[in-house]
Structure formats: C-alpha cells, structure tokens
C-alpha cells in the first residue's frame, strides 16, 4: 500500500482544521482578522497623541450630547446632533425623532461615529487593516443598534400595543417555524411560490448544446424579421442564468425577442466534488468558446453580440481581449453587466480577499472540491447586514410579518457552487494579484491586453452595487482603445440589471467615451451626464441596433447536420441542479 508522504498528510491535518472552522466563521480567516485587529492595536497603542485625541472628542462629543438630549426631551422638533449616513435609512421614519427614541437612535449614531474615527487615520496601520477593523466594528455596533430590539424600536412597541401582543406571537411562531426549516434542511414554503418552468424561465426555446459544463439555449424568436447578428448572454457561473429570464414581464430574455433579436444563452453546471480541478480556462474554452462555435454553426455567417454579466462579463472579457489578440473576428459587440476588469478598487468585498483569507478558503474548499452556498451567502450578508439580516430579523420576528416573496428573491435563494481551482485561480489572478487590469492574465499560455479590442462597448455599472462598484466598474474606459457607451443606472447588482421598461422610479445616465478621448475621472463624468428617467434597456436595444446590420430570416432551432440538433425544451437541466 503507497502510502502519503509527510507533508501531504500535515497539509491534510491543516486543511480538515480549518475547514471545520470555517463551517463556524461563516468562511472568515481567523488569523486575518486578528493579524487586521494586532495591527491596529499595537499602532493605536503606540498613538498616545491619537489615544488622547480620542478621549477628547468622546467626552467633547459626549458633554455635547447630554445637553442635546435634555433639550429633545421637550422639543421633539429639534435639529438631529448626528445625522444619518447617506444610504443608512434605519432610522429615517419621523417615529424616530419622539422622545426616548431620538435619543436613542442618535446615541447609537454617536458610537458609530466615535468608532469610526478610532478606528480609522491611525498612522502606520496597513489601508487592508484599517479596512477591516473599521468594518468589524461596525458590525459589531449593529447588534446593538435600538432598531434590533423589541422594546426600543417604536414600531415594534406601537404594533405590539396594537395588536394586543399578537404581532410578538406570530414573529415568535415565524421563528420556529425557520428554525424548523433550517435544523431539518426542509424548503421553506413561502419560497415555492415561484418555480423554474412554471412563473420563472419560460420563455419558449431548445437546448441546442450540451458539454459537462455548459447547456446552450438558443429561444424562439417572436417577430418575422431579426437583426442579423445573434445575441449570446453569459451570465456569471455563481448565478443561475434566469435572472435574466424571470417572469414574463421583467424577462431581459423575452423583451429582446420582441424587440426582433435572436438570443442565445448559457446555462452552466452546477459543479460538484468531481468538478473541482475545472479552472478558468475551462469556463473560457468549454464555455464562451464552445458557445460561440455553436452559433457560428446555426448561424453561419454573421457575427455576434457577446453579453456578459457580472463574473460572466470578465470572462466575456478575457474572451473578447484574447480573440482580438488571435485574429479572431467574430464578435461585433460587446456588452458588460456589472462587470469588473481592474480590481485595485473592488469595494467591501475586498474586506475578504488577503493571502490569509484565500489561503483558508483553499483550504475550506480542498475537503468538497467546491465552494458551497452558504459559504459564499456569509461574506454577502455581512456586506448588506442591514438589508440581509437585521432588516428580516425585525420585520419577520418582531414585527410578525410574512415573508414578502417576488421572482428576484427566490432566483437569489437558488445558488450554485463554484469548484475548487476555479474560484482560486478567480480570486488570486483578479482580485489579489489584478493580472486582467495589468496585462498579465494568460490564456493559453499568453498574455492578453484589453487594449487589442475594438469592437464597440457598451457597459453598464449600478449605483447601489456592493459587489462590483460602479466606480471600479468605470475603471473599464481607461482600460480600452475603443469605443465605450457607459451606463450608470439606479439599484442595486441585481435589482438594476432587472430594471425592464415601465419599471418605476428608475433612471440612468449615459455617456459614450471615444479611443481618442481622454481620462475622465469618474465624478466628473456623474456631474457631466444628466440623469434620464426609465429603463436603459431601451438605449441598448438602440445601440444593439446601431451595431447591427440588416434584417433577416430567424434561423432554425439548432443545426443537426452540423451537431447541434435541439436536445430539449428550454430551460433545460442544468438550471435544475442543486
């Protein structure tokens, strides 16, 4: 019997610890939080000018607030002595200016803000450290928060006396009912409203290809006439593809039938322990590549206007810059959802990426082969506690409301897993070490540059958007020698791709940045584009019709002479997997 080397079985030991502990950390590298909070202690203890600074403006601020809060106690219409982030609405409702609870709210904002400013512009501490101690301890401050509390939130109170104690019962029974779901891995019944192939991913189609990793849709068209270049989608592979094929009325999928597109889309697998050496190349070459050749087949002939979104959109990317580097021609657009390609500003999610984090990750996914749903839902819930968490916590428990379910959060509750070397070469070639950005990303052993593209672009970042900020989504303009149509648009990741016509309150600005034009900061070019009201999907059913040619005959379903017959009706089975 062989038996493993030393290393191997130390390696081994290693790996099984940490993945056990990170079953009960939520995926979070304990060495990383400590080596962030060590930094920042022994800098801020080594401070004594700053730790005196932070003693005056706590008992300064503090004396000031005492005063403040005799005053509030009579006059309720009292200017705030803190006032609220921009985008922190918990405490927005006027219920919260009476007395005590004024009082209450603007305490919690005065710790926020002294942590705050503790815990940040201490000289010496790594800008990553800083970063993460500044955000642990907003973490932590958020459980104590007045909103979270029975008896210090009013709307709880006034529900409660309302409803004689009733609301307090049903967020009780709604508790155990969840804990119930969770301890026996039970679905939740609120969540069957909406289902894949009844109210969500029906547009009509074929399955016209199938590999291990991909099934490629292509839908029926609905007009007599379509534009003569097809429209191939990749959507990012930590997603299922329909969020882009929700309910009829908000399906991205249908309005470009309708409005004379034909349409193909990639549905990827749901990978498992046997995918777990499946790396970036794969997802390129079995995946976009393999997509492409198949159209080329069903619709020989005519180019193609590549979508991407999100991690879809980078690898789209990839595939744009190293088709452009090989001759390759076939593409005739390029368009980007929420789609990062310099990663040196990633936002919050940073927070998580270091040697140390990746290092654990690696470790936590050696024992599967994959990165599992709920490791990936702790770094984003921390990232929207508010919104995720507490805000569920207090309207579902304390208020005793049912859950509210619509076609977007039941796709969110439908996640996939992402194998092993994947989501490591992901993490350290972009996110760590930025090789896209800096010319150093290979395919096939060579590198390839964003600047050899030169098809149009049109891109599209969100306001709201805590996984791909739309600033470093902008950094993109700086990135190509081609033609760039930048679209910033109101909501968040998701809720501002899925943003069809008669949709309300939604805007955008949009701007269009030529090879010869120069640098515009991103301020600049928000204080430059005004804001229009609607949907930008129709400027980019516009453009996509801009950069197309003429009209056509809809090709047939598939090409079975040439390998592709239509395998099954669309959505086909991979979007089924769990």
């Not at 009733?166 to 891995?185: A, F």
């Not at 070397?421 to 992901?426: A, I, L, P, Q």
């Not at 990303?441 to 805590?466: E, G, M, W, Y």
Request: one cysteine or more; proline letters at 6%.
């Amino acid at each position: 019997m062989t038996r493993m080397p030393l290393p191997e079985i130390k390696n081994s030991i290693d790996r099984v610890i940490h993945a056990i502990e990170g079953r009960y950390t939520s995926g979070l590298s304990p060495a990383s939080l400590t080596l962030a909070y060590m930094d920042w202690l022994i800098h801020v203890s080594h401070s004594p000018g700053k730790m005196n600074e932070m003693v005056e403006n706590g008992l300064r601020k503090f004396s000031a607030f005492t005063l403040w809060a005799a005053r509030a106690g009579i006059d309720q219409d009292a200017a705030p002595f803190i006032r609220s982030l921009p985008g922190d609405r918990r405490f927005n409702d006027p219920v919260w200016k009476r007395f005590p609870y004024n009082v209450m709210a603007q305490s919690f904002l005065l710790q926020e803000q002294w942590w705050h400013y503790a815990t940040t512009g201490i000289p010496g501490v790594a800008k990553h450290h800083e970063n993460v101690v500044s955000f642990a301890a907003r973490q932590w401050l958020d459980l104590f928060s007045p909103t979270n509390y029975p008896l210090t939130n009013p709307h709880v109170v006034e529900k409660a006396i309302n409803t004689g104690g009733q609301s307090l019962m049903q967020g009780m029974q709604n508790l155990l009912e969840d804990m119930q779901h969770s301890l026996l891995e039970e679905p939740d019944p609120d969540s069957q409203a909406f289902a894949v192939g009844k109210n969500l991913a029906c547009t009509p189609g074929k399955v016209v290809y199938r590999n291990r990793l991909i099934e490629l849709i292509q839908y029926t068209p609905t007009t007599d006439k379509v534009t003569a270049e097809p429209v191939l989608i990749t959507p990012a592979w930590i997603m299922k593809y329909y969020i882009l094929d929700l309910s009829e009325h908000n399906s991205m999928v249908r309005y470009l039938l309708d409005k004379g597109h034909t349409v193909f889309m990639i549905s990827w697998h749901n990978p498992d322990a046997r995918d777990r050496d499946l790396g970036m190349s794969d997802y390129l070459n079995r995946g976009i590549m393999e997509a492409l050749k198949a159209i080329n087949a069903i619709v020989p002939e005519r180019k193609i206007h590549l979508v991407g979104y999100c991690l879809g959109g980078t690898l789209a990317t990839i595939a744009a810059a190293a088709m452009a580097r090989d001759n390759d021609d076939r593409l005739q657009s390029l368009t980007l959802f929420t789609a990062q390609t310099d990663f040196t500003e990633a936002g919050e999610l940073m927070l998580f990426i270091d040697e140390s984090q990746l290092s654990y990750m690696e470790d936590m996914m050696w024992e599967k082969g994959y990165l599992d749903t709920q490791q990936m839902a702790g770094a984003f819930t921390l990232l929207r506690s508010y919104d995720l968490l507490w805000s569920r916590i207090v309207s579902e428990y304390l208020l005793g409301e049912s859950p509210r379910q619509n076609d977007l959060m039941s796709w969110n509750a439908d996640s996939t897993r992402m194998p092993y070397r994947m989501h490591s070469e992901y993490l350290r070639r972009l996110f760590l070490n930025n090789d896209l950005a800096s010319g150093r990303f290979l395919v096939n052993d060579r590198p390839i540059s964003l600047r050899d593209i030169r098809v149009p672009v049109f891109c599209v970042a969100t306001q709201k958007d805590h996984v791909a900020p739309w600033r470093s989504v902008y950094k993109l303009n700086d990135l190509m020698n081609t033609e760039v149509t930048f679209v910033l648009t109101s909501g968040g990741h998701n809720a501002g791709i899925v943003s069809e016509p008669g949709h309300p309150r939604r805007h955008y600005q949009l701007g269009i940045q030529t090879a010869e034009d120069k640098h515009i900061p991103a301020d600049d070019w928000l204080q430059r584009h005004e804001s229009r009201e609607g949907s930008w999907w129709e400027p980019w059913n516009q453009w996509l019709d801009q950069h197309s040619t003429e009209k056509a005959e809809p090709p047939a379903m598939g090409n079975a002479e040439a390998g592709y017959p239509a395998i099954d009706p669309a959505p086909g089975n991979y979007v089924f997997e769990r």
